[in-house]
Nanobody, 126 residues
């Protein structure tokens, strides 16, 4: 089992920045590709960003490309999501997830993962 705990959410004005963290425990963190997802009220959960086991490869949804940056620190068992130029449409509950397979990108794009965190709320005011 992998336990994931997100933090760093909050209320921010449009154009502002926020960094989310996701702390992992329970298994070897570097064995897992990590992803961030979000779910707005009344909408399905959607893929936001993914990062490979060692951090060499990153992937982003078109809606956040150039504004969000995913990174990880395997020594701290933590994955981050740096969000800049936030828009009201970025308002959602944000979740991190873990996937140990080489198919993590395809899985994440379909919002599939082996383990999920409980989420942290991000609200962007206009």
């Amino acid at each position: 089992q992998v336990q994931l705990v997100e933090s760093g959410g909050g209320l921010v004005q449009a154009g502002g920045s926020l960094t989310l963290s996701c702390a992992a425990s329970g298994r070897t963190f570097s064995d897992y590709a990590m992803g961030w997802f979000r779910q707005a009220p009344g909408k399905e959960r959607e893929f936001v960003a993914a990062i490979s086991w060692g951090g060499e490869r990153t992937h982003y949804a078109d809606s956040v490309e150039g504004r969000f940056t995913i990174s990880r620190d395997n020594a701290k068992n933590t994955v981050y999501l740096r969000m800049r130029s936030l828009k009201p449409e970025d308002t959602a509950a944000y979740y991190c997830a873990a996937d140990p397979t080489v198919y993590y990108r395809d899985n994440f794009i379909r919002s599939h993962a082996s383990y999920w965190g409980q989420g942290t709320q991000v609200t962007v005011s206009s």
